[in-house]
């Protein structure tokens, strides 16, 4: 089929489902209800999906505030309008913590030079600056050793610009196993460290721990705000965070993907057998056999490891690829697909009719995570909300 409206002229684009995400984020408000406050994570250019299209949709549907990698990505959502709250979960380099106090951006903090930063940067601007201190449960990677946090929560409100308003964590091995118990001692750690800054008399507004596994399995890791990721695009964690919650019987949830990939044929062609094709001749015809070149490759995302394994969507019915994945295009074998033209529409990851290619399946294929699939897509794909 060839496409129109706004995806004429496009050799690739991804499809956002506003639908979809909009289900997505009800689902999770649903489970955590109207009391907490729900973050919609969009780092990554949302998981791949459009940081502008997905949190103007997130925000739309009643996301309380949204999650940014990067300074980057929060001056991005500024500069579009966006005056949500933002909260930045990665590192922001000393010397543009200004940029992060000038634009109200709230930033995460586990280090002394940062806060000597921040402090600096509300002097000179005259602002305040709201952070979060993260903790470190046992993750080992940024965050306050327990027995620090209670120094160094008080040097942040010694500071005249600071306001601690955030107390944070984050699981280390929630997703990838049915044992639980390191994640019980993650949450007691920072339960412990809740209860410590409690009697240390320093009050955080706003505890967060829960990432979308631990919303879907745990309550108990509520506290004021949980951090919805992958289960906002409609992807389950892990395999086996789905298979715990059917064994801890708890309520399910129904999550729709969000995202569809597509591209048109850029050529048809016939080869005889015996016809090499592509990139180190991987692939050789036992037939005659009709290839449609694909214009999308491994600088577009599209992992060089699916080369020979996987399909794509034509006309509804699936197609392998032939040969490797090249920097910037792929091919496929349409031979038994009648009627295949140019400018044909193909899905690389999606749903066209009854059949439907995965992120999951991409991801088995290509020794990785759904979450990678997807947010490998290069931001200069076009993103189009139907």
């Known amino acids: 089929m060839k496409g129109g409206g706004g995806r004429a002229g496009l050799a690739q684009w991804v499809e956002v489902s506003r639908k979809a995400l909009t289900h997505n984020l009800a689902e999770f408000r649903r489970r955590v209800g109207r009391d907490r406050k729900l973050l919609a994570v969009v780092k990554a250019n949302a998981y791949g999906h459009g940081i502008l299209e997905v949190s103007r949709i997130a925000i739309g549907a009643g996301a ?4 940014v990698n990067s300074l980057e990505e929060g001056i991005e959502l500024r500069r579009a309008g966006v005056r949500t709250p933002i909260l930045v979960l990665g590192y922001v380099p000393l ?4 940029d992060a106090v000038a634009r109200g951006l709230r930033l995460t903090v586990y280090n002394k030079a940062s ?3 921040l402090a600096a940067a509300c002097r000179r601007l005259k602002k305040k600056a709201r952070v979060h201190v993260k903790v470190e449960p046992g993750t080992n990677r940024q965050g306050v050793l327990e027995g620090e946090l209670p120094a160094f929560a008080r040097s942040i409100q010694r500071r005249p610009g600071l306001v601690l308003e955030g107390l944070s964590s984050h699981f280390a091995n929630i997703e990838d196993t049915t044992d639980h118990s390191f994640p019980q001692r993650q949450l007691a750690a920072f339960e412990r460290s809740v209860r410590g800054l409690e009697k240390a008399g320093i009050e955080v507004p ?3 721990m829960s990432c979308t596994a631990a919303t879907i399995l745990f309550p108990e890791t509520y506290f004021d705000m949980v951090r919805v990721g992958i289960g906002l695009y409609g992807l389950w964690p892990s395999k086996e965070t789905y298979l715990s919650c059917a064994l801890d019987k708890r309520e399910p949830l129904t999550l729709e993907p969000v995202l569809t990939w597509k591209a048109r044929i850029a050529q048809v062609k016939r080869i005889a057998k015996g016809g090499a094709v592509g990139y180190g001749c991987t692939f050789r015809a036992t037939r005659r056999t009709t290839l449609a070149v694909i214009p999308v490759g491994y600088y577009d995302g599209y992992d060089r490891g699916l080369s020979n394994t996987a399909h794509v969507l034509v006309r509804g019915q699936r197609a392998p690829l032939r040969g490797r994945v090249a920097m910037n295009f792929s091919t496929a074998d349409v031979t038994d697909i009648p009627g295949v033209g140019i400018e044909d529409e193909v899905v690389l990851l999606g749903a066209d009719g009854r059949e439907r290619i995965t ?8 020794g990785t995570i759904s979450h990678e699939i997807v947010a490998r897509i290069n931001p200069l794909v076009p993103r189009i909300v139907v």
């Open 95 to 98: 010397g543009r913590l200004g």
């Open 64 to 67: 309380d505030w949204l999650g």
């Open 206 to 208: 706003i505890t967060h």
């Open 359 to 366: 992120a999951e399946q991409l991801a088995a294929l290509a």
């Open 115 to 117: 806060v000597d930063g």
